[in-house]
């Protein structure tokens, strides 16, 4: 019953460091999606993928890059890490269709210093 | 373009009270998809319900309902006789057919304290 697992959990970087959050399903989802959440912001779409090797942007793409070689993982990397990037990062996979509900993972919380 | 709304910032209310958040969207699809989630103290985003744009029937779960119009263009949620555990932020999100391999579009949630 893994679900969306996500690592770190918590995560402290300094100005223009690089560093990867890994997101894994164990569901087989073709569908999976990178979100941060800011206060009073909602969640907002970084980067998704609708399959193994194809990923595209999202509202808020800048600073951020993806991979998706398995249909298993899609890890989210920072390229020179900025303050502005603080923030609370969710990973989430769902199947085909429209209306199939997001399954999150528990969240990665980072602070940029 | 597509948009989700949750004009309630914040709502406070004792426990036993009944309580709507309100959420309304905009898309211009003909078939869509409308979410709510609830992410408690503890942070994670929990799943609720699910309504299509075909299926304007109410929903009831317990405490929880769900009015869905597609003529005002809401789909509002009621939690009858509130508890302390209900205390959390609720997401409104909308998905379009169009776009079903893109992810979903949040409002930017409404804070509910229930206060014993």
């Known amino acids: 019953n893994a679900g969306v697992t996500q690592t770190p959990k918590f995560q402290v970087l300094k100005t223009g460091q690089s560093m990867t959050l890994q997101c894994a399903q164990d569901?087989?989802?073709?569908?999976m999606s990178w979100y941060r959440q800011d206060p009073g912001m909602g969640l907002r779409l970084i980067h998704y993928?609708?399959?193994?090797?194809?990923?595209d942007q999202g509202e808020v793409p800048n600073g951020y890059n993806v991979s998706r070689s398995t249909t298993e993982d899609f890890p989210l990397r920072l390229l020179s890490a900025a303050p502005s990037q603080t923030s609370v990062y969710f990973c989430?996979?769902?199947?085909?269709?429209?209306?199939?509900?997001?399954?999150f993972g528990d969240g990665t919380r980072l602070s940029i210093l | 373009a597509q948009k989700v709304t949750q004009a309630q910032t914040e709502i406070s209310v004792v426990e036993k009270e009944d309580v709507t958040l309100d959420c309304v969207y905009e898309?211009?699809?003909?078939?869509?998809?409308l979410f709510w989630y609830k992410q408690p103290p503890s942070g994670e985003l929990v799943f609720l319900i699910r309504?299509?744009?075909?299926?304007?029937q109410n929903e009831i779960s317990g405490r929880y309902s769900w009015n869905f119009q597609k003529s005002t263009s809401s789909f509002n949620f009621t939690i009858t006789a509130s508890q302390v555990v209900d205390s959390a932020v609720y997401f409104c999100?909308?998905?379009?057919?169009?776009?079903?391999?893109?992810?979903?579009?949040f409002g930017k949630g409404t804070t509910l304290s229930v206060s014993s």
């Open positions: 989430a996979s769902r199947n085909r269709g429209g209306n199939q509900p997001q399954h």
């Open positions: 569901m087989n989802h073709e569908y």
């Open positions: 993928s609708v399959g193994a090797g194809i990923t």
């Open positions: 898309t211009r699809d003909t078939t869509y998809y």
């Open positions: 309504r299509n744009s075909f299926d304007e």
């Open positions: 999100a909308l998905s379009e057919a169009y776009q079903a391999g893109t992810a979903l579009i």
